[in-house]
């Protein structure tokens, strides 16, 4: 039987303090970073959820326009509509700020939301 001499004894206990410190440093850089898609993965499913109720403001706009003439409630829920419009285009600006893409899109959307035929 083989006995270590404490020299290479001290050498594998140092190549395994070594081989632990790079395995923590790696699993902690590895949960930063999941953590950082997580936040990008809620951000896009806020970002989402903004839309869907842009569509749904647009959506009741344009029904309630043409209610109005039979439906004389219908005029407030247009109104609030057309108020809720604006206020989800804002808050999507504010959502999108870090992508300039969107930023150019809903530059772009403004002006036809102004001028559409639900308006």
Sequence with gaps: MRVLS?????????????????????????ANRYADSEGWVSHTRE???????????IAMAS??????PSDPAAMDRYKA?????????????RFTGDNPVQQENIRKLRPLLATTAWR
């Design 81 to 93: 509509a057309v108020q809720d419009v604006s206020v989800q285009i804002v808050a999507l600006q």
């Design 6 to 30: 404490a020299r290479t004894a001290w050498r594998l206990f140092l190549v395994a303090i070594a081989v632990l410190v790079s395995l923590a440093y790696i699993g902690d850089r590895s």
């Design 63 to 68: 029904a309630s326009r043409y209610q109005i």
């Design 47 to 57: 970002v989402e959820a903004q839309i869907a109720t842009l569509r749904a403001d």
